[in-house]
């Protein structure tokens, strides 16, 4: 399977979940105040905001123009709600909807360096590590 081919399907897959997490941003944002640190501004307009953050990264991502930026700007959402994951497990706050024990946080928390990558490699940012395991095998 071509390397085009796998990006692409990373990306529908990526875009799909990104936009599935922002209608339940928008659509629910009580249920994500919850997590929200305590330490963030406006809780309730910051979930608002990444809500409409996963919407539009979804659609730019499925873009060729906006494509790079997209993913640059997913990897860092990425980045940016790993606090909240974090309040989520360690305060066991129970969410509507979402189980509460570890076997749901952790896999969470040690999926979202995947979620960076996977945005980067999606949108074309970065090679690795595809790049330098096929120059071993030649």
Request: charged share 10%.
């Amino acid at each position: 399977m071509s390397d085009a081919i796998i990006r692409s399907a990373m990306r529908w897959v990526m875009a799909a979940f990104y936009a599935a997490a922002g209608c339940l941003h928008l659509a629910t944002p009580q249920a994500f105040v919850l997590i929200v640190p305590d330490w963030a501004p406006w809780p309730y307009e910051l979930v608002l905001f990444t809500g409409a953050c996963e919407l539009a990264g979804a659609v730019a991502l499925l873009t060729r123009r906006l494509r790079t930026a997209a993913g640059v700007m997913l990897a860092l959402y990425a980045i940016c709600v790993f606090p909240a994951n974090v309040k989520h497990a360690l305060d066991n706050v129970q969410v509507p909807g979402l189980p509460t024990s570890w076997w749901y946080h952790a896999p969470r928390l040690a999926f979202q360096p995947v979620l960076v990558w996977w945005a980067l490699y999606a949108a074309s940012v970065i090679d690795w590590p595809f790049r330098r395991f096929r120059a071993r095998q030649a």
